[in-house]
């Protein structure tokens, strides 16, 4: 089973080419035959953050040639394929459409199926794809537009424990390096930082720590190093000043992850009781030293951590492929009135999460 995978839905334009491994003692996983991927980042740099009209001009303009190579890269024609994938939302609604109406075309011309994946599902099937970690597990899905908790039961089957009730973490990175003047996307240069910082240096709050339930809060972290810096004596931010916040803010955000992780293994067990693996997703899941805190978290919780490659927890097209091959597999395709969606939560019947009842 072959699929092409298309990833448009934020500020990478991405393809790739993921084929079911039927082999023996491949435990279903996947094989990536190509993934390219061709980022923005330099275009929205000058503005501190993502334009979404920018975004989509950019995505018509390369996503042929970013689908063409990926074809190209894994030395297949089109008529190899079973089917082709694109992320169907949620996302920027301009970015989304480009990527959709290209995989519909090939759909159409080459009369095989079209799935719309959800980008979040995306990053949540991802570790089935490089490690083969089976149903039921505990998701952390941390990036740039989301920070949840999930009990993952199967493809489509979520149940969301925990969400955040303001801030996303990587939004929270991003903002921290903005005022850091550590340029857009802000976590790479967040994590470079704190390795040459003082973690201790500055007493910034551990929002929600503590509490009941799993949600998260980091709007008051990102409040306390705007008011940390601010007390700074006046002049330009000195390099071990920005190490000293990257590394006290790094070590904040571990923490509190830390512990909503923890709380949230205990629901997932009175869940699934048979889950053994905690995931963890999301671009923010590059970070080191979150993953050394949930390593942690998980041995003393009796769960294995299972962590894709680092380059694919940002995003890209092979989880997108790779999510194709898993609705594939149970007939879960889409017809080519498929509308994209702005919205789409993984688990829609979650109530809204505020910080009514948590946070006194
Ligand atoms: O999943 P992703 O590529 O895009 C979204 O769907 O949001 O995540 C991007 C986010 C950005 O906020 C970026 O700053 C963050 O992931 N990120 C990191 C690291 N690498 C990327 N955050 C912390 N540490 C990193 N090493
Ligand atoms: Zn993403």
Redesign the pocket.
Known sequence: MIVLGLET??D?TAAAVVRLNTDEGADGRGEILSNRILSQIEMHRPFGGIVPEVAARAHLECVDAIVQGAMDDAGLGYDQLDAVAATGGP?LIGGVIVGVMMAKAIARARSIPFIAVN?LEG?ALTARLTQGVEFPYLLLL?????SQLLAVRGVGDYVRLGTTIDD????A??KT?KMLGLG?????P??AAAKLGNAKRFALPRPLKGKPGCHFSFSGLKAAVKRALDALPPGDLQPQDINDMAASF?AAVAEVIGDRTRRAIHLFRDLCPQGRSLVVA???A???A?RDTLQAVAAAEGLTLAAPP?AL???NGAMIAWAGIERLRLGLTDGLDFAPRPRWPLDPDAPKATGAGIKA
Do not use: K, M, R, W
Not at 168 to 171: D, H, L, N, P, S
Not at 184 to 188: A, E, I, Q, R, V
């Open positions: 839905s934020c990478e996302g980008h990053h941390v990036s740039g537009g989301h996303a973490v990587g939004e990175f991003d390096a857009y996307p802000g976590g790479p967040i994590e790094q999301g671009g923010v590059a970070n080191t979150l680092l927890c940002t995003d």
